[in-house]
T-cell receptor
Framework: AQKITQTQPGMFVQEKEAVTLDCTYD???????LFWYKQPSSGEMIFLIY??????QNATEGRYSLNFQKARKSANLVISASQLGDSAMYFC????????????????FGKGTKLSVIP | SQTIHQWPATLVQPVGSPLSLECTVE??????LYWYRQAAGRGLQLLFY??????ISSEVPQNLSASRPQDRQFILSSKKLLLSDSGFYLC??????????????FGDGTRLSIL
């Protein structure tokens, strides 16, 4: 089974509107971390936001917020007030065994969602 | 501030030729270092990671290898490239100590085409 599922291959949003990008994950670990990255057409991966499994509050970073629903194992990214520069691929990723010191440094990535912002 | 440099940006190589991609990090010490490959339209696949000089962990068996000759230098190599080695290769670093909330920071990537 896939560990990270992003069910939306592509999304369109009108400029200045909010958009939600879906991410569900699968883990049996109690300690894990969830990350969102943005990849513009130029290729670099840009870190956006992080949510730890024990964090009680949803993470926010500027226009980005993470709608974390632990029981549903979902970690959706919400982008408010979309801008043309937000057009990119967005990847959800998970790190398991976060705090155990077991040395698991892997990030498992989803297949991504291509977001297109329409002027 | 920390920066990561990866080169070359683009590379076209014939099948069977050797490969060397280099990645260096500045502004931090003892980082964790990673090599990923991204196939067209896909997510990232971890190839190698390193927690210290000379310490390499391989996640996917293949004809690629990695080395870390210096603290902030990570090299991806191959003796004989295959067509299936084509892809977008990304180097990344993260803080070596501390909590698991540390993100990985990526270089600009190398687009490798095998002919």
């Amino acid at each position: 089974a896939q560990k990270i599922t992003q069910t939306q291959p592509g999304m369109f949003v009108q400029e200045k509107e909010a958009v939600t990008l879906d991410c569900t994950y699968d883990t049996s670990d109690q300690s894990y971390g969830l990350f969102w990255y943005k990849q513009p057409s130029s290729g670099e991966m840009i870190f956006l936001i992080y949510q730890g499994s024990y964090d009680e509050q949803n993470a926010t970073e500027g226009r980005y917020s993470l709608n974390f629903q632990k029981a549903r194992k979902s970690a959706n990214l919400v982008i408010s007030a979309s801008q043309l520069g937000d057009s990119a691929m967005y990847f959800c990723a998970m790190r398991e065994r976060e705090y155990s010191g077991a040395g698991s440094y892997q990030l498992t990535f989803g297949k991504g969602t291509k977001l297109s912002v329409i002027p | 501030s920390q920066t990561i440099h990866q080169w070359p940006a683009t590379l076209v190589q014939p099948v069977g030729s050797p490969l060397s991609l280099e990645c260096t990090v500045e502004g931090t010490s003892n980082p964790n270092l990673y090599w990923y490959r991204q196939a067209a339209g896909r997510g990232l696949q971890l190839l190698f990671y390193s927690v210290g000089i000379g310490q390499i962990s391989s996640e996917v068996p293949q004809n690629l290898s990695a080395s870390r000759p210096q603290d902030r230098q990570f090299i991806l190599s191959s003796k004989k490239l295959l067509l299936s080695d084509s892809g977008f290769y990304l180097c990344a670093w993260s803080v070596g100590t501390g909590g698991g909330n540390q993100p990985q920071h990526f270089g600009d990537g190398t687009r490798l085409s095998i002919l």
